[in-house]
């Protein structure tokens, strides 16, 4: 639970954070969420000084992200699950179209063709029913899509001896993806949405971290020596699901 709140100014904007204090933890982090949340991540103890240093320092990077996230919400109508809908895939956009009661499908199902995304099934296709099919489908793709890219992207940090990282998909609100120190990467399903270079930024960022756990000046060179344009692709990332 949050017990402390702080805010800093960045040119007229003032940013206001909660500080969230995680004994294992060994350095402050910072997750900026939907609505406008800022969370500071603190080990125990961490006093006010420090933590406002930190955020002043960062205050520029949390305002674009604060500033995406609101372009994002001003520009996604609630999902209503219903034909005629757009839903990205890979960086395309595709039509929903939804054919209940077709006499050639044997079960429910999603598919990709000509620019649509069919959902089919025997029955009867409620909205709600198409939202946990699409879930499902978006999932698996995720998967295989980001254990594809892992592997294109991996060769350089083997030759480096680290083991390759264990996969995990999931629905996160707030952020691309994570590396535990056990090697666990986690990454977030609506990724498999944007363009694969956007995919291979996440996913090299995160392999980075098997060398530098930190986003030093170490960090960010061998980012930049293994992907040059990272920028370019966090960019394009950023606005790619708007």
Request: with cysteine; charged share 25%; net charge positive.
């Amino acid at each position: 639970m949050s017990d402390r709140r702080g805010s800093v100014c960045y040119g007229d904007e003032v940013i206001r954070y909660e500080v969230v204090e995680r004994p294992a933890r060994r350095t402050l982090g910072i997750e900026v969420h939907p609505g406008g949340r800022v969370v500071v991540l603190a080990p125990r103890g961490c006093d006010d000084a420090t933590i406002d240093e930190r955020l002043r320092l960062r205050a520029g990077w949390i305002s674009r992200q604060l500033a995406t996230f609101a372009q994002y919400e001003q520009h996604t109508a609630p999902r209503q699950y219903l034909s005629g809908e757009s839903h990205r895939y890979l960086g395309r956009q595709y039509r929903l179209r939804v054919k209940a009661n077709d006499p050639h499908a044997h079960q429910d199902q999603v598919k990709l063709t000509r620019g649509e995304m069919l959902v089919i099934g025997p029955g009867e296709l409620a909205p709600s029913r198409v939202k946990e099919l699409l879930r499902r489908w978006y999932l698996g793709r995720a998967r295989e899509v980001f254990d594809a890219v892992l592997t294109d992207a991996f060769d350089a940090f083997q030759r480096l001896g680290h083991a390759r990282p264990r996969i995990v998909v999931r629905e996160m609100r707030s952020r691309w993806g994570s590396l535990s120190p056990n090697g666990q990467m986690t990454l977030n399903s609506r990724l498999v949405q944007a363009p694969r270079p956007c995919i291979e930024y996440v996913i090299v960022h995160e392999l980075c971290h098997l060398v530098h756990k930190n986003h030093g000046s170490a960090f960010f060179a061998l980012l930049g020596q293994v992907l040059p344009d990272w920028q370019v692709r966090k960019q394009r990332l950023e606005l790619a699901l708007l």
